[in-house]
């Protein structure tokens, strides 16, 4: 039985309905804030934290989120990897069913709250090969500890609060996930140290919303670095 929860987040899907559901929960998500989940939270992220929203807004989503917390914020790593585990055995099961791909979004909403945390996802990351896996983060400790897992596409999120530790991540071949006010305060704000990044179509009314990011594929794939803006402008 499966004892986390897994979202169903419209931008994400894997799969949707005739009628433009999201037929497979294909993301994981915590409590958002420093209080939870995000230690590393900038008063950029907390602003604007779409997620964060969400939570205030419904509370069956609130709900939802604080149930994970419960049960991994005091876990040891083999107890971690056992619900985690088992959350994604059940994910690769919809897949099959439903034969669609199996992309897996971690923390639509929430971060890597501490090292044990982050050793158990990269087990369960290692466990199964067929799915790819994507995620970002504002801890810099999280960043280096996943790095060059084969099937992960990791992205490090970064705004003008946290830019130092974006340069050594940068330095280090993660890719980056920029946010300012506009993509090309964001554009910009890379370019000062090398770096180039490319636009989320979604956000620029490019794409449909509704599986935006799997059919996109730039971050999935990380082909490159990416901007995201607070006006979509």
């Known amino acids: 039985m499966e004892r986390l929860k897994r979202s169903k987040d419209r931008k994400v899907a ?23 989940s995000c230690p590393a939270a900038t008063s950029v992220c907390t602003r604007i934290c779409y997620a964060g929203k969400l939570e205030k807004i419904y509370k069956g989503v609130r709900e939802n989120l604080l149930h994970n917390w419960n049960y991994l914020k005091d876990a040891n790593l083999d107890r971690m990897v056992e619900l985690l585990d088992e959350s994604i055995n059940a994910f690769e099961a919809e897949c099959d069913k439903w034969e669609a791909r199996k992309d897996f979004r971690i923390h639509w909403d929430g971060d890597f709250f501490n090292g044990t945390y982050t050793q158990a996802w990269a087990t369960v990351i290692k466990r199964h090969p067929s799915v790819q896996f ?3 983060t504002r801890v810099e400790a999280a960043a280096y500890q996943l790095k060059n897992l084969e099937n992960l596409t990791l992205y490090f999120s970064s705004d003008t609060e946290n830019f130092e530790a974006a340069r050594r991540v940068a330095a280090a071949g ?3 996930a920029g946010l ?7 554009k910009d704000l890379l370019l000062t140290i090398g770096e ?10 490019q794409i449909p919303l509704e599986g ?4 996109c594929r730039i ?9 995201f ?5």
């Open 212 to 215: 935006a990011c799997t059919s």
């Open 219 to 227: 971050c999935l794939k990380g082909n490159a670095n990416i901007a």
């Open 174 to 176: 993660i890719r980056l």
């Open 180 to 186: 300012h006010e506009t993509f090309g305060q964001v």
């Open 229 to 233: 803006s607070i006006t979509k402008r």
């Open 134 to 136: 994507w995620v970002y």
């Open 196 to 205: 180039r990044a490319a636009v989320c179509p979604e956000q620029r009314g």
């Open 14 to 36: 894997n799969s949707l309905t005739p009628k433009g559901g999201v037929r497979i929960a294909n993301s994981f998500g915590l409590p958002a804030g420093r209080e939870y």
